[in-house]
């Protein structure tokens, strides 16, 4: 039986809020034409009252500091709330991860001699290619971003990209940036949350995530969204975020450290790869692929420009990347920030925000060298060709 769902009127009313609450943390960085604001600008430009409620009611989905020692109310309660802590993280982050990332939010594979924005190209074009994307193909990104991957996929496979995001923010950026590129006739950027899509049944050829839809509070639900607005024979690819089989949940150092990757990244829940597998099997999809891309022995691992081995980059700019990205260099940015909100130069809870990031950053990386966690457990999955039309 298919979810409830919410209602239209009630969706376009809290699409009216978020977008006026959006409009007004981000001041006059919203009507930004070229992306060209520096990050200390942007946050110059915040609201200087609502940024720090935004920042602690954010933080306050994780009071009990020690995570073993979390109810199991509390979990629920977070879990209930996953999208206004998506919603909150993303508004509070974005900026950051522009400047310090580029306008692709997520990790790749890394080969000897190639550039940081290159293996983003490539690990996107191996998702595309994998899925079969032809040129004739109606495909949604859950989960865009800043429509990155949408604008390099819909490039290089010649189809007709949808982002779907529930952050304004973000999808005002995407469309800014499809305009400049020239892609605002083979791509659209539309409001709406993954676990209840404002899209009709069967209606895409394909659809992809790229570490998105960790943020849903049930992998079942986002998954069977994505097997409802598929076509029969449809197919969806993914980079999902899990615990690998080495994660033991009664470890208390795990559990720190999967406290790190939520509080940091936005994230509610941490699934693990058994249920990723699970939730895909029981909405209906057939598993084609699936592999943990971050267990290999490439020389280059994909966490390093976390790690900070800057020995590893090729280019300039992939200097300048890994300098921000570094501890020492998230660190610097942190000091900058707090210096600069401490002389009122920013708004008031912009180091927090940075503190929050450099939690993630170590948390990440904690987890790859315990090998208990992974950013690109890939999966390519089908919609059997003799499914029903929903």
Same mark, same amino acid.
């Given at each position: 039986?298919?979810?409830?769902?919410?209602?239209?009127?009630?969706?376009?009313?809290?699409?009216?809020?978020?977008?006026?609450?959006?409009?007004?943390?981000?001041?006059?960085?919203?009507?930004?034409?070229?992306?060209?604001?520096?990050?200390?600008?942007?946050?110059?430009?915040?609201?200087?009252?609502?940024?720090?409620?935004?920042?602690?009611?954010?933080?306050?989905?994780?009071?009990?500091?020690?995570?073993?020692?979390?109810?199991?109310?509390?979990?629920?309660?977070?879990?209930?709330?996953?999208?206004?802590?998506?919603?909150?993280?993303?508004?509070?982050?974005?900026?950051?991860?522009?400047?310090?990332?580029?306008?692709?939010?997520?990790?790749?594979?890394?080969?000897?001699?190639?550039?940081?924005?290159?293996?983003?190209?490539?690990?996107?074009?191996?998702?595309?290619?994998?899925?079969?994307?032809?040129?004739?193909?109606?495909?949604?990104?859950?989960?865009?971003?800043?429509?990155?991957?949408?604008?390099?996929?819909?490039?290089?496979?010649?189809?007709?990209?949808?982002?779907?995001?529930?952050?304004?923010?973000?999808?005002?950026?995407?469309?800014?940036?499809?305009?400049?590129?020239?892609?605002?006739?083979?791509?659209?950027?539309?409001?709406?949350?993954?676990?209840?899509?404002?899209?009709?049944?069967?209606?895409?050829?394909?659809?992809?995530?790229?570490?998105?839809?960790?943020?849903?509070?049930?992998?079942?639900?986002?998954?069977?969204?994505?097997?409802?607005?598929?076509?029969?024979?449809?197919?969806?690819?993914?980079?999902?975020?899990?615990?690998?089989?080495?994660?033991?949940?009664?470890?208390?150092?795990?559990?720190?450290?999967?406290?790190?990757?939520?509080?940091?990244?936005?994230?509610?829940? *941490?699934?693990?790869?058994?249920?990723?597998?699970?939730?895909?099997?029981?909405?209906?999809?057939?598993?084609?692929?699936? *592999?943990?891309?971050?267990?290999?022995?490439?020389?280059?691992?994909?966490?390093?420009?976390?790690?900070?081995?800057?020995?590893?980059?090729?280019?300039?700019?992939?200097?300048?990347?890994?300098?921000?990205?570094?501890?020492?260099?998230?660190?610097?940015?942190?000091?900058?920030?707090?210096?600069?909100?401490?002389?009122?130069?920013?708004?008031?809870?912009?180091?927090?925000?940075?503190?929050?990031?450099?939690?993630?950053?170590?948390?990440?990386?904690?987890?790859?060298?315990?090998?208990?966690?992974?950013?690109?457990?890939?999966?390519?999955?089908?919609?059997?060709?003799?499914?029903?039309?929903?």
């Amino acid at each position: 039986m298919a979810p409830a769902r919410t209602s239209t009127t009630l969706i376009t009313q809290r699409n009216r809020e978020d977008l006026l609450l959006s409009k007004t943390l981000h001041g006059s960085s919203w009507n930004e034409d070229r992306h060209q604001d520096s990050l200390i600008f942007k946050l110059k430009n915040k609201d200087r009252e609502y940024q720090p409620a935004v920042v602690d009611n954010y933080l306050d989905n994780w009071k009990e500091e020690v995570p073993e020692n979390e109810t199991e109310e509390s979990k629920t309660s977070r879990q209930n709330a996953y999208k206004a802590v998506a919603n909150s993280f993303y508004d509070l982050a974005t900026d950051f991860y522009e400047y310090a990332w580029g306008s692709s939010f997520h990790f790749a594979r890394f080969h000897p001699r190639e550039p940081f924005q290159q293996a983003i190209a490539r690990h996107e074009h191996f998702l595309a290619g994998n899925m079969g994307i032809e040129s004739h193909w109606k495909v949604l990104d859950i989960g865009c971003g800043v429509g990155g991957p949408a604008r390099e996929i819909g490039q290089f496979t010649g189809a007709h990209i949808t982002g779907l995001n529930n952050n304004d923010y973000q999808i005002n950026r995407a469309k800014r940036y499809a305009v400049s590129y020239g892609l605002e006739n083979k791509s659209d950027f539309i409001k709406g949350d993954f676990m209840n899509m404002p899209i009709e049944d069967n209606t895409f050829d394909g659809c992809y995530a790229i570490e998105a839809t960790v943020h849903a509070p049930r992998l079942e639900g986002v998954y069977g969204e994505a097997y409802r607005v598929l076509k029969p024979g449809g197919v969806f690819g993914c980079y999902e975020w899990v615990m690998t089989d080495k994660y033991d949940p009664t470890n208390p150092e795990h559990l720190r450290i999967v406290r790190g990757l939520e509080v940091g990244n936005g994230v509610a829940k *941490m699934p693990t790869v058994k249920e990723c597998l699970d939730a895909l099997k029981s909405v209906g999809f057939v598993i084609e692929k699936n *592999m943990d891309m971050g267990e290999t022995d490439d020389t280059i691992k994909w966490y390093y420009p976390l790690e900070g081995d800057i020995r590893q980059a090729n280019t300039f700019w992939d200097y300048m990347t890994v300098l921000r990205t570094t501890t020492a260099g998230r660190a610097a940015t942190t000091y900058m920030v707090t210096a600069l909100e401490k002389i009122g130069l920013v708004a008031p809870g912009s180091a927090k925000v940075s503190t929050i990031l450099q939690t993630a950053a170590d948390s990440v990386v904690e987890g790859a060298l315990l090998g208990i966690f992974t950013p690109m457990y890939f999966f390519v999955a089908r919609k059997p060709d003799n499914a029903s039309r929903y």
